[in-house]
């Protein structure tokens, strides 16, 4: 069993265990169920919004690239990365919310990079960022993805089927889960990318 497809199962657990827990504490609590609610729900609430004033930059980028603002959206992924290198720390804070794919925010950020550069067509770009996210993380499936777009643009479909077979051996299949997955993050980059007008 892949990583990714532990991390999606664990993914699913912990919203079961986390739902129990909230369903426990409001039938446990002699207090209105509106108030049992709403400390469950500030409870969920808090980790993700250290999370979304900690890692701004990186979801502001994502927020841009769901937009196709892709320039734009490189500029606050350096950003983030030059902060991460400065502050290495910050690496660490991805566990207060969940990642499916990779433990490495840093790695996802190359990710990132080098998706935004294969949509402009900037393809050595691309290949550096997404050579970079893998030498950070090896099982990280979404740059093996993107490397298998990059191989089959530049019209190397051995390569190219090489690469989206290691994507789908790490975890990644593009089916249904993958989709609410890269919708679920569409809709975080979106709530905590504050501060970038829609276009």
């Known amino acids: 069993m892949?990583?990714?497809?532990?991390?999606?199962?664990?993914?699913?657990?912990?919203?079961?265990?986390?739902?129990t827990l909230a369903f426990l504490l409001m039938s446990a609590v002699d207090a209105d169920p509106l108030v049992?609610?709403?400390?469950?729900?500030?409870?969920?609430?808090?980790?993700?919004?250290?999370q979304g004033?900690?890692?701004?930059?990186?979801?502001?980028?994502?927020r841009l690239l769901a937009q196709h603002r892709e320039v734009e959206a490189i500029g606050h992924f350096h950003r983030y990365l030059a902060d991460v290198r400065a502050?290495?720390?910050?690496?660490?804070?991805?566990?207060?919310?969940?990642?499916?794919?990779?433990?490495?925010?840093?790695?996802?950020?190359?990710n990132n990079i080098g998706a935004a550069h294969?949509?402009?067509g900037h393809l050595d770009e691309a290949e550096s960022a997404?050579?970079?996210?893998?030498?950070?993380?090896?099982?990280?499936?979404?740059?093996?993805f993107n490397m298998a777009v990059l191989h089959e643009m530049r019209g190397n479909r051995t390569l190219a089927e090489k690469a989206l077979?290691?994507?789908?051996?790490?975890?990644?299949?593009?089916?249904?889960?993958d989709t609410i997955i890269n919708h679920a993050h569409v809709l975080l980059a979106r709530a905590?990318?504050?501060?970038?007008?829609?276009?």
């Open 36 to 50: 049992a609610a709403l400390l469950v729900a500030l409870f969920l609430f808090i980790p993700g919004r250290v």
């Open 118 to 120: 294969l949509r402009l």
């Open 130 to 144: 997404l050579r970079r996210a893998l030498a950070l993380d090896e099982k990280y499936p979404l740059p093996h």
């Open 2 to 19: 892949s990583r990714t497809a532990r991390y999606k199962i664990g993914y699913v657990v912990a919203i079961g265990v986390i739902a």
């Open 87 to 110: 502050r290495p720390w910050l690496k660490r804070m991805i566990w207060l919310s969940w990642s499916i794919y990779t433990p490495d925010v840093e790695a996802m950020a190359l």
């Open 192 to 199: 905590e990318g504050r501060g970038v007008k829609d276009a």
């Open 165 to 177: 077979a290691e994507a789908v051996a790490l975890g990644y299949s593009g089916g249904t889960v």
């Open 53 to 62: 004033i900690l890692y701004r930059e990186l979801f502001r980028g994502r």
